[in-house]
């Protein structure tokens, strides 16, 4: 709250003066010692005036539910205390009970204006990282950061939503709902800003450091050349954090930024979650016996009619009502009514363009 320190002095302050509270109990000497000419931090300092604002603060977060995270403790993400993130804020506002400190995370952004190709390439990518149950972070932003925070909800994986704003507000408004599952299922919404920090567009290009530096691996999967997923590659890159791209057609918009930091050498391929996998080092323990054994147990309660579709599903991946009717060899009126059987029992979920699969 003392204005003039910004994030990098701060940590070079904390270097020189590991317990912060010793600041200040420095001499009017001692204080010019350390910031020179600064005298409106000199003065800030020796005033304290701030202090009845932090104390305030402190009370609204409690009140709210919210966790303040400072960088000497052990909750607070140390991917952010690594020595080449020198720009990372020391003080951190959290909901949820997530563990920022998971063995693994990986970070997805890319365009708000999404096609269907780039949420159905999130969706699989975040489904198939399942096996290494990695912390999936993402900014809660409209198109890929939405898809990236459903689809680790829907398999059963941590994500934190990191906010441009105060945790009292949710923006984009439409993801309220999609806010509050994050933190039912134990994941959390994080932001450097304080409670009553309105939404400024100047604030959203800041939160992506943290979220490159949450971050073992960011993932870009749609991206014009210049856009704000392009900015927090470069980012994560500077932090020295992999990066990852989804290809995209060579005449798509969506996709030139992805192509781009491919054939700089700034991306790696990522056309499955196994190239994540590979060039991260990290085990996949996902046991595909396992799954198969907990299908089989399921197909105990459905029909030998709605097995057939599913058996198809498990084959093809991907079928329309058209292509079950053919394959199956039942009419289209009794496909499509064991169709809604297994949507119902949540066995299949429908897709755009009446395609189906396997949840």
């Given at each position: 709250m003392i204005p003039g320190l910004g994030d990098r002095a701060l940590r070079q302050l904390l270097n020189i003066c590991p317990e912060p509270e010793k600041v200040f109990e420095m001499s009017h000497s001692q204080l010019s010692d350390l910031f020179g000419k600064h005298q409106s931090i000199i003065s800030a300092i020796e005033q304290k005036a701030m202090m009845r604002q932090a104390e305030d603060e402190y009370a609204k977060t409690q009140q709210a539910g919210i966790?303040?995270?400072?960088?000497?403790?052990p909750e607070y993400p140390q991917r952010l205390n690594d020595s080449d993130c020198v720009d990372t804020p020391l003080l951190l506002y959290c909901a949820g009970s997530c563990d920022l400190n998971a063995k693994h995370t990986v970070a997805f952004v890319g365009s708000r204006k999404?096609?269907?190709?780039?949420?159905a390439a999130t969706h699989q990518l975040v489904e198939g990282l399942k096996g290494g149950q990695p912390l999936i972070a993402s900014g809660l932003a409209y198109?890929?950061?939405?898809?990236?925070?459903?689809?680790?909800?829907?398999s059963g994986l941590p994500t934190a939503a990191v906010l441009g704003h105060g945790l009292d507000i949710i923006y984009p408004y439409?993801?309220?709902?999609?806010?509050?599952?994050?933190?039912?299922k134990g994941g959390a919404l994080l932001t450097e800003y304080r409670i009553g920090t309105?939404?400024?567009p100047a604030y959203f290009p800041a939160r992506n450091r943290i979220i490159a530096a949450l971050s073992d691996a960011t993932v870009v999967v749609e991206a014009a050349e210049r856009s704000g997923a392009i900015i927090t590659a470069?980012?994560?890159?500077?932090?020295?954090r992999e990066v990852f791209a989804v290809p995209?057609?060579?005449?798509?918009?969506?996709?030139?930024?992805?192509?781009n930091l491919i054939a700089e050498h700034k991306a790696l391929l990522?056309?499955?979650?196994?190239?994540?996998?590979?060039?991260?080092?990290?085990?996949?323990?996902?046991?595909?016996?396992?799954?198969?054994?907990?299908?089989?147990?399921?197909?105990?309660?459905?029909?030998?009619?709605?097995?057939?579709?599913?058996?198809?599903?498990?084959?093809?991946?991907?079928l329309t009502l058209d292509e079950l009717s053919l394959k199956s060899g039942f009419p289209l009126p009794k496909t499509a009514a064991i169709v809604m059987n297994l949507e119902l029992k949540t066995i299949i979920v429908a897709l755009p363009g009446r395609l189906y699969k396997l949840t």
């Open positions: 966790r303040i995270l400072f960088c000497t403790q999404s096609t269907q190709y780039g949420r198109g890929i950061d939405t898809e990236a925070h459903a689809a680790a909800l829907e439409q993801n309220q709902g999609l806010a509050r599952r994050i933190v039912e309105r939404i400024n470069g980012i994560a890159n500077s932090y020295r995209g057609r060579l005449d798509d918009p969506t996709s030139g930024g992805c192509l990522a056309r499955n979650a196994g190239d994540i996998f590979f060039q991260m080092g990290w085990k996949n323990t996902f046991d595909p016996a396992r799954q198969r054994e907990e299908k089989l147990s399921l197909f105990a309660e459905i029909s030998d009619e709605e097995k057939r579709l599913v058996t198809l599903l498990e084959k093809e991946r991907e």
